[in-house]
C-alpha cells in the first residue's frame, strides 16, 4: 500500500451560524485518485479551502508528508506542493496564458526583468504536455472557456505540486478535452501525485478514481475502494434520506385555463423556436443541460433579454414586452439565478429590496414614499414567509441564502405577479430552507399563480412540477406529463438522444440525483462556497 | 392575488403585530444615526477646536461668512453626490460653474431681465446635466470619461465665447449673491441669499432623495444596476436625472458666484469638483455607489469650508490647507473602510 501523503484528522470548521466541518477525517495516499463526494454544503469546498489555507480550522490537525502542517495563507500550501483548481477561474483575462500560469513568479532574466521568452517556452511545454492546442502567448479572454480551463489546470501543474485538488475541473469541458485531462490525471498519478478530486458527476469517476469518500452536512461518513461500492450506496450515502421526502404534496391541480402563450421565441442561435402554454395553478418545469437555454427562455419572456421574434400572449392579448418593466406590468416576475448578482440590491436594507418593484403601492402623490406603510408591507411579508432577521431594516448582505431568496419572492409576491419565473430557486441554499423554498412554491400554484420552474436538479423537477419542457441547444424536445415520465426519459431529451435510448443516461441520472446537475460558470459566489 | 394568500393565513399574526405596533418602527433604525453623528462630531469639534485657536473665529460675522462661503462647494457637492450615488461621478461641474455663470452675466449685458438671465445660465447647467447623462446612458461611456469629457468641452466653450476676459454684470446682478437677510447691526449684517439657497436645497434633495420613488431607485441603481432593470425600474432615466441634478446644482453655485463678483468668470470654478466630490466622500458617500446622503454631503461641505477659514485665521498658509483636506478626505475614508471591514 502506497505511503500516506496527506492526512486530515477530525477537522472542523465553522462560520457564523453553520457548522461547516464537523470533525471530518481524510487520508490521499501517494499516486491515487480519491473523490470527494456530497450534496451542496456537505463541506467540500470548505475542506479544500482549508487545505488550501483559504481557512484555517478551528479543530484538529493535518498531517502531510508526515508533519504536521498549519498554512496561514494560500501560498504556503502552494508552496508546500498542494494545488488547487478551483470550480471558478481565477486567471487574468488581459495576460497572456503563459503569464497567467506564472503569474506571481516569473521566471527573471538575469538583469531581473521578466524573461519572456522562457516563460512562452515553459508554458508551451506544459500544455504540450496536457495535449491541447493553446499558444501560451495569446491572450487569455481570446479563448473559450473551456480552454481557460485547461490553462487553469496548466497552472496547478507548472508548480510541480505533490497533492492536487480539483473541484468539478469538468463542468466546462468538452468530451474530448475531458479525455485528455483524464489522460493528464492518469500520468500525474504514476508520476506519484496524489490527486483530491471533486466532482458532481458520478459517471465520470469510474474512468480515474481509486477511492471515494463520502461527505453530508459536513460530517465524513464513509471511505470504500471505488470498485467495491455501487452507484446506488453511494448516492444513498449522500444523500442520507429518502428523496421521497424532499418536496411537499401537490395539492392541486392546474387549471383548464391559459395564463400565458409562449410562441415561437426565437433569438439568435440561443433560442431556437420555442413554444409553450401555462395554465393556471400549474408549476412547470424547464429541464436541459447547461446550454440549453432554460435562463435565455426565461429571460426573453421576461424581457431582460432582447428576443428576434415570438410572441407572449396573456388571457388571448399579446403582449409588447420589450423591457423587464413591461413584464412586470402584466404580471410577469422573474427570480433570477443568480440572487446576489441580479435580484437583490445586497447594500439596501430589507424593507427597500422588498418593496422595490412595486414602490407605487407605499407611495403617496408626487411618488413620496411611506415609511409606515413600507414597514407594514415588509412586515406582512416577513412573517408570511417566515424570513429569519433581526430587523425589519436589516441590510440584505448580513442575510442567510436562504432567507435572502425569501426576500426576492417576498419582492415579486407584493408585486402581485401571477407568473412567477423561478430560475434554480434553491441554488446554494440549505436543505432545510430548500424545503420551506418549495412549499411556497406549491402554495403559489395552489392559489392559481402560474410557476415556471428552471432547474439543474432533476429531482427538484421531478418532485415539484406538473409538466416539464425539455430543452436542448435551444430548441424545445419534449413537453412531458411529471408524473408519467423519468429521469432518464428527461436525461435523453435533454441531451438531444430523443425518445428513451441506452446511451449511459443511468450514471448522467446518478449525477443529477447528486443534486447538483451542471453547475453554471456563473454561478453566485455564495452558492459553491461552505 | 397573491396579497390575499399572503393575508389569508396571518390574522392573528397581523392582530399580534398591531399590538406591538408602537416599538416596531424603532426595529433597528438607532444605528444609521449613530453613522452620521460620527462626521457630524467631527465638524463641532473642528468647529470648536478653531474658536479655541483662533482669535474671532467665533463671532456672529465670521459664521455667516464661512455659511456664505462654503454655499457653493455644499451646493455642488449635494448635486455631485446624485450622480455618486448611481455609481458615477460628475467631473464637469468646476466648468459648468464657470459655464453658467458667465450665460448667466453675458444674458443680462444683453438687456434680459436679471431673473431671466439667471434662468438662462441655470437653463445651460441643465442641459450640460443632460448631456453627460445621455452620454453615460445611451452611449454607455463610462462616467469619468463622459463628464471629463464635458468639463473640458463646457471649460474650452467658455472660453471661447469671453475670449478668457472677465466682464462685469450691471448692479442688480449682484443682489442674489451679496444682499442679507435680517440685517440687525454690524454685529450680524444678516445673513446672505446663497445661504438660504443652500438650506432650501438641501432640505429639498435631501427629502427627494430620502423619500421619494425616484430618490430610492438612485439608491438601488447605484446598490445594484441589474437587479434594479429587472425590477422594472427605468434605470438610464435615473441616471439622467442624477446628472441634470448635478448639472442643475452646479448651474446654482456658478450663478451665486458670478453674482458675489459681479462679474462674469470664465477662468472660475477649476477644480472645484474636486472639493465637492472630496465633500461628498467625507461626508459618508461610496465611490462604489448605493451609499451616500445630501447631509453627510452637506456637512463634509462645512468641514472642508471650517477647515480652510481656521486654517487662515490660525495663520497657516493656503498650501497647509490643501495638505488637512487631502489627510481629512484619506481619513475619512480609512474610517469608513475599517468600519465595514468589521461587520
Given at each position: 500500500?502506497?505511503e500516506v501523503l496527506l492526512h ?22 501517494r ?32 498531517v502531510y508528508k508526515g508533519r504536521?502542517v ?10 508546500a506542493g498542494i ?79 505533490e497533492v ?30 496524489g ?336 | ?343
Open positions: 500500500m502506497a486530515v484528522e477530525h477537522v472542523s470548521k465553522s462560520f457564523p451560524g453553520v457548522q461547516a466541518l464537523d470533525a471530518v477525517s481524510f487520508e490521499l495516499r499516486g491515487e485518485v480519491h473523490a470527494l463526494v456530497g450534496e451542496n454544503g456537505a463541506g467540500k469546498s470548505t475542506l479544500m479551502k482549508i487545505l488550501s489555507g483559504v481557512y484555517r480550522p478551528d479543530g484538529g490537525r493535518i504536521e498549519r498554512f496561514q495563507n494560500a501560498r504556503e500550501s502552494a508552496e494545488g488547487i483548481i478551483y470550480q471558478e477561474l481565477n486567471l487574468v483575462p488581459h495576460l497572456s496564458v503563459a503569464q497567467n500560469i506564472y503569474l506571481g513568479r516569473e521566471p527573471r532574466s538575469l538583469l531581473g526583468y521578466i524573461d519572456d521568452r522562457k516563460m512562452n517556452v515553459d508554458a508551451a511545454r506544459i500544455l504540450r504536455e496536457l495535449n491541447v492546442d493553446i499558444d501560451p502567448a495569446v491572450r487569455l479572454n481570446k479563448l473559450s472557456i473551456s480552454k481557460q480551463q485547461m490553462v487553469e489546470i496548466a497552472k496547478a501543474l507548472s508548480k510541480d505540486s492536487l485538488i480539483m473541484d468539478e475541473p469538468t463542468s466546462a469541458l468538452t468530451e474530448t478535452e475531458i479525455d485528455e485531462l483524464f489522460k493528464v490525471i492518469h500520468k500525474l498519478r504514476s508520476r506519484g501525485v490527486i483530491i478530486y471533486i466532482s458532481h458527476r458520478l459517471d465520470e469517476l469510474k474512468h480515474i478514481v481509486d477511492r471515494i469518500t463520502v461527505f453530508r452536512d459536513g460530517r465524513y461518513i464513509s471511505t470504500s475502494d471505488y470498485a467495491s461500492i455501487g452507484m446506488e450506496e453511494i448516492i444513498n450515502k449522500m444523500v442520507g434520506r429518502k428523496l421521497e421526502n424532499l418536496f411537499p404534496e401537490r395539492r392541486n391541480l392546474p387549471t383548464e385555463r391559459k395564463l400565458l402563450e409562449v410562441r415561437n421565441i426565437v433569438h439568435g442561435t440561443v433560442l431556437k423556436g420555442i413554444s409553450f402554454d401555462l395554465y393556471e395553478g400549474e408549476i412547470l418545469g424547464i429541464a436541459g443541460l447547461m446550454g440549453a437555454g432554460r435562463s435565455e427562455l426565461a429571460r426573453a419572456v421576461f424581457g431582460a433579454d432582447p428576443r428576434d421574434s415570438g410572441d407572449i400572449i396573456r388571457e388571448g392579448r399579446k403582449l409588447d414586452i420589450r423591457s423587464p418593466s413591461d413584464a412586470i406590468r402584466n404580471g410577469i416576475a422573474y427570480l433570477s439565478e443568480n440572487r446576489k448578482e441580479e435580484g437583490l440590491a445586497v447594500k439596501m436594507r430589507l424593507d427597500q429590496n422588498v418593496t422595490m418593484a412595486n414602490l407605487g403601492e407605499v407611495s403617496r402623490r408626487f411618488g413620496i414614499i411611506s415609511g409606515a406603510r413600507e414597514l407594514e408591507a415588509t412586515r406582512t411579508y416577513v412573517e408570511e414567509l417566515d424570513i429569519r432577521t433581526p430587523s425589519l431594516l436589516q441590510v440584505i448582505n448580513n442575510l442567510s441564502g436562504g432567507n435572502q431568496q425569501k426576500v426576492v419572492i417576498a419582492k415579486w409576491l407584493f408585486r402581485d405577479s401571477r407568473i412567477l419565473i423561478f430560475d434554480e430557486p434553491t441554488r446554494g441554499i440549505d436543505v432545510g430552507a430548500k424545503y420551506a423554498i418549495y412549499e411556497l412554491i406549491e402554495r403559489l400554484a395552489r392559489e392559481g399563480v402560474g410557476v415556471i420552474l428552471i432547474s439543474s436538479e432533476l429531482p427538484e423537477i421531478l418532485g415539484m412540477t406538473d409538466r416539464v419542457l425539455v430543452l436542448h441547444e435551444g430548441s424545445l424536445t419534449a413537453t412531458l406529463r411529471t408524473a408519467d415520465t423519468s429521469q432518464e426519459e428527461i436525461l435523453n431529451y435533454a441531451a438531444g438522444l430523443g425518445s428513451l435510448g441506452a446511451h449511459g443516461a443511468s450514471a448522467a441520472l446518478a449525477a443529477s440525483a447528486s443534486g447538483a446537475g451542471a453547475p453554471g460558470r456563473n454561478a453566485a459566489p455564495g452558492a459553491s462556497a461552505r | 392575488m397573491s396579497n390575499e394568500i399572503t393575508r389569508e393565513p396571518t390574522i392573528a399574526a397581523e392582530a399580534e403585530s398591531k399590538a406591538e405596533s408602537k416599538a416596531p418602527a424603532g426595529f433597528g433604525r438607532k444605528k444609521f444615526a449613530l453613522d452620521r453623528f460620527v462626521i457630524f462630531g467631527a465638524f463641532v469639534v473642528l468647529f470648536i477646536l478653531f474658536s479655541v485657536v483662533a482669535k474671532n473665529f467665533f463671532t456672529m460675522r465670521n459664521v455667516l461668512t464661512l455659511a456664505l462661503q462654503t454655499s457653493t462647494v455644499t451646493l455642488m457637492g449635494i448635486g455631485v453626490t446624485f450622480t455618486i450615488i448611481t455609481g458615477g461621478i460628475d467631473l464637469s461641474i468646476g466648468s459648468v460653474i464657470a459655464l453658467t455663470g458667465t450665460v448667466a452675466v453675458i444674458a443680462a449685458n444683453a438687456g434680459m431681465p436679471i431673473w431671466l438671465s439667471m434662468v438662462m445660465g441655470l437653463v445651460s447647467g441643465i442641459v450640460c446635466g443632460f448631456l453627460n447623462g445621455i452620454m453615460v446612458t445611451g452611449l454607455r461611456i463610462p462616467p469619468f470619461i463622459a463628464t471629463l469629457g464635458m468639463m473640458m468641452v463646457a471649460r474650452g466653450f467658455v472660453l471661447t465665447i469671453t475670449n478668457a476676459m472677465s466682464k462685469p454684470a450691471p448692479d442688480a446682478f449682484g443682489h442674489l449673491g451679496n444682499d442679507t437677510l435680517f440685517h440687525l447691526s454690524s454685529k450680524f449684517p444678516g445673513i446672505g441669499y446663497p445661504v438660504f439657497i443652500m438650506i432650501a436645497v438641501a432640505i429639498v434633495f435631501g427629502f427627494f432623495l430620502r423619500k421619494t420613488r425616484i430618490g430610492r431607485y438612485t439608491y438601488a441603481v447605484g446598490s445594484n444596476e441589474e437587479a434594479s432593470r429587472l425590477s422594472g425600474i427605468k434605470v438610464s432615466r435615473i441616471k439622467v436625472i442624477a446628472y441634470i441634478i448635478s448639472g442643475f446644482c452646479a448651474a446654482l453655485a456658478g450663478i451665486i458666484l458670478a453674482s458675489r463678483m459681479v462679474t462674469s468668470q470664465p477662468n472660475g470654478g477649476i477644480s472645484y469638483e474636486l472639493n465637492a466630490i472630496a465633500a461628498s466622500v467625507i461626508g459618508g458617500t461610496s465611490l462604489m455607489g448605493g451609499i451616500g446622503t445630501v447631509a453627510g454631503a452637506v456637512v463634509g461641505s462645512f468641514i472642508i469650508g471650517v477647515l480652510g477659514v481656521g486654517l487662515t485665521m490660525s495663520g497657516a498658509s493656503f498650501f497647509v490647507q490643501q495638505i488637512a483636506i487631502g489627510l481629512v478626505v484619506i481619513g475619512s475614508v480609512s474610517i469608513d473602510q475599517i468600519r465595514y471591514k468589521k461587520k
